[in-house]
């Protein structure tokens, strides 16, 4: 075997060493119990609003899928996702913290939701205009919480206004504090006007679905900002 050979080789090698040692990592929920302390002050108390870039409520985390979590925390580890705080959080937690932060947030639920395969509530002309031309169904799933790839996002009763952040933040270019690099949602973002993507927010948000906020006992709800 050649030199050129030899070392195309050992790079497949080692290629495929890294693939599966990144396979091997497997989330702990209970061990994620000491990680939260930087999650729960924002995505623990209900009601908690960010001011930046603008004011909206933070995302329900709580019933998201695993995968998902996984990959919003390594896109914003990576720069594909801009905002700073999140940000300098990601670029300080190991693959096992995402991993286990990621299993942590997928169970960590109150009660039992089961979710109809249809919406809970029928859309207006336009908002089916909007989600036909959107095709949001074909990556999110039935009643917008089914996701056809675990790692898309569950968006079914979601907080419409950080709906209507995330859909901006994708038509943000050339910003190295705010946006999101996602080549399907930036495609479909970009024929939206923040009228529209107002509309797809509002709508989706007030959908029956598995998201939650849960309170830690220590918090009290309150409004604050980020």
């Not at 497949?12 to 990144?22: I, P, Q, R, Y």
């Not at 997928?106 to 089961?114: F, L, P």
């Not at 190295?176 to 989706?204: F, S, W």
């Amino acid at each position: 075997m050649n030199k050129r050979w030899t070392t195309i080789f050992a790079l497949l090698v080692a290629s495929a060493t890294g693939a599966v040692c990144a396979q091997e990592i497997k989330g702990n929920a209970k061990a994620a119990e000491g990680k939260v302390a930087m999650c729960i002050g924002c995505h623990g108390i209900v009601g908690y609003k960010a001011s930046f870039p603008e004011v909206y409520q933070v995302p329900k985390i709580s019933g998201q899928s695993e995968k998902y979590i996984d990959a919003a925390l390594h896109a914003y580890k990576k720069g594909d996702r801009k905002h700073p705080t999140m940000r300098a959080i990601a670029d300080s937690l190991s693959e096992q913290d995402i991993a286990d932060l990621a299993a942590y947030y997928a169970q960590h639920t109150v009660g039992e939701t089961k979710l109809a395969d249809t919406p809970s509530k029928v859309p207006s002309a336009e908002v089916a205009e909007l989600l036909k031309k959107g095709t949001c169904v074909s990556c999110h799933g039935d009643n917008f919480s089914k996701p056809l790839d675990p790692s898309y996002a569950k968006l079914g009763g979601q907080h419409p206004d950080y709906l209507y952040a995330a859909l901006k933040s994708y038509t943000v270019e050339k910003n190295t504090r705010i946006g999101r690099n996602h080549p399907i949602m930036v495609g479909m973002a970009k024929q939206l006007t923040h009228a529209e993507m107002k509309a797809l927010a509002n709508y989706i948000g007030s959908l029956d679905g598995p998201l939650q906020v849960v309170p830690e006992s220590r918090f009290r709800s309150k409004q604050a900002a980020n």
